[in-house]
């Protein structure tokens, strides 16, 4: 079975510095990886997917993330953030192998400190 | 194109009462999900529909039941809520191109509050 980790529940951050969220996933088969973000009630949209090829995956807002497969993570980064980033992230994983579930890490706290 | 729309968006029941929450869908995607998000726990999947007509249970399927009667629909149904159930439950949907790979678009949830 898949699972996901986030070790950073609460990540605070001041404006326009770099940010790292970490994504550390355990699987017996090959997976597709996904970076969703969730801002204040509102429901989750996808960041940026993994599927295949380039390690590196750029996706919205100026995100981008490396899949390490020998260290089994997909951290998330961006060099400068802002106010608007302040969000819930969510690191995911599904199986390629046939249709099935996506996991769903516990989460990550973004806040941007002005 | 509304996307993932949620009926209602905030509820409280009492212990033992029954209800019914509505996910519609304009995209014309196949595939449709039902999640609860509770504190430090992420999203769990409660049941999930591959179309019309086919359900399937997810990780924490107790408690509650679902029907896909139209394709651009999926209801999810609590016979008897129980403070445990007190939870945001959020809908989603997907294309069933490429398996494993689509994205998921979510709705916007709703609030269930169970006394």
């Known amino acids: 079975a898949q699972s996901v980790t986030q070790l950073d529940s609460q990540v605070p951050v001041f404006e326009e510095a770099p940010v790292e969220l970490r994504c550390n996933y355990s699987s017996s088969v090959s997976v597709y990886l996904f970076w969703y973000v969730q801002y204040p009630n509102q429901g989750l949209q996808l960041l940026l997917k993994?599927?295949?090829?380039?390690?590196l995956v750029k996706g919205i807002n100026g995100f981008e993330a490396e899949f390490n497969k020998s260290q089994t993570s997909f951290h998330l980064r961006k060099p400068s953030v802002h106010i608007s980033d302040t969000a819930e992230y969510f690191c995911?994983?599904?199986?390629?192998?046939?249709?099935?579930?996506?996991?769903f890490g516990p989460g990550t706290s973004l806040s941007v400190i002005p | 194109n509304a996307g993932v729309t949620q009926t209602p968006k905030f509820r409280v029941l009492k212990t033992g009462q029954s209800m019914t929450l509505l996910c519609a869908q304009d995209m014309n995607h196949e595939y449709m999900y039902w999640y609860r998000q509770d504190p430090g726990m992420g999203l769990r999947l409660i049941h999930y529909s591959v179309g019309e007509g086919t359900t399937a249970k997810g990780e924490v399927p107790d408690g509650y039941n679902v029907s896909r009667l139209k394709k651009q629909n999926f209801l999810l149904g609590l016979e008897s809520a129980a403070p445990s159930q007190t939870s945001v439950y959020f809908c989603a949907s997907s294309y069933s191109g490429l398996a494993g790979a689509e994205t998921q678009y979510f709705g916007p949830g709703t609030r269930l509050l169970v006394l």
């Open positions: 995911a994983v599904r199986r390629k192998t046939s249709y099935d579930k996506v996991i």
């Open positions: 993994y599927l295949s090829g380039s390690t």
